[in-house]
């Protein structure tokens, strides 16, 4: 389920890469053309790895292999050690982190849960068979089930914390986010899900690769100007949706297609 939320393609925690003077590039001491390493790029970013780069000649000119191998480094927003320098350039954590909770939430039949500390928890669906026909139809009237997407979900501050010792309920989450029923029954009908709680730092992070966005109104007071258009940058389906907590009902912010306030995925 939910391939492309990160199915397991890379083990190693690391991956090194050097690019020699004459332009040639190691991955893993592995020489490689410039599209096996951009495929590697894209499954090191899935999984959180580490790029260890080194080039060869550092004092030199470098060959235009190099500028090629930043790029794609760069664009990526990968995590990266220059080895050799004496200062270590990293992206931002946070980006590395949600690649993990995305990974893990794409791997498990539930809802995965991000609290503030960054403890991650599985709140696991109902058994299958459990949930009546009839509100099954109603969650795949909202996002179809034929192809697993990834469902991010933005909670309102302070919705998620909790004892760090313990483990999260589902009824206890349930009474601090209105729309939870609606997040159990989108993991119970394929799909990869993961909820956090709304913040400046986290808004574009946490809905990265993300084909819908579900927001609480309470938590977008807490959220800067342009949060939604951060976000539509990271996601791979451009919908965001906002639960109107006055209205008890779901609208759209902004949607992936042509057709407003229409969930499409053209990803």
């Given amino acids: 389920m939910g391939q492309g939320c990160g199915a397991e393609r890379v083990k190693s925690e690391i991956v090194n890469v050097s690019v020699l003077a004459s332009g040639k590039i190691l991955l893993d001491e592995r020489e490689v053309s410039l599209r096996e390493l951009e495929e590697a790029f894209d499954e090191a970013r899935v999984n959180g790895t580490v790029v260890y780069y080194t080039r060869e000649k550092p004092h030199e000119q470098a060959p235009t292999e190099a500028e090629a191998v930043m790029k794609m480094i760069t664009d990526r927003r990968l995590r990266v050690a220059l080895t050799g320098a004496t200062n270590v350039i990293a992206v931002p954590g946070i980006e590395a982190f949600f690649a993990k909770v995305r990974k ?17 928890f599985i709140l696991p669906s109902p058994p299958e068979g459990s949930i009546g026909a009839q509100m099954v139809e109603g969650v795949k009237a909202v996002i179809p089930s034929d192809q697993p997407r990834c469902i ?14 313990q483990k999260p309920s589902l009824p206890e989450v349930a009474k601090r986010v209105p729309f939870m029923g609606l997040l159990v029954g989108l993991a119970y009908t394929g799909h990869a899900v993961w909820m956090y709680e709304g913040s400046a730092e986290w808004a574009a992070a946490g809905c990265e690769e993300a084909d819908v966005l579900i927001v609480d109104s309470d938590a977008i007071a807490t959220l800067p100007a342009d949060w939604a258009v951060d976000a539509a940058r990271v996601m791979r389906n451009a919908n965001v949706l906002a639960y109107d907590r006055s209205r008890h009902k779901i609208g759209a912010i902004r949607t992936a297609g042509e057709v407003p306030g229409r969930i499409e995925f053209v990803n």
Avoid: F, K, Q
């Fill in 152 to 165: 991010a979900a933005m909670t309102a501050p302070g919705a998620l914390a909790g004892d760090p010792s």
């Fill in 104 to 120: 893990r939430a794409a791997e498990s039949r539930g809802v995965s849960l991000v609290r503030p500390d960054r403890t991650h």
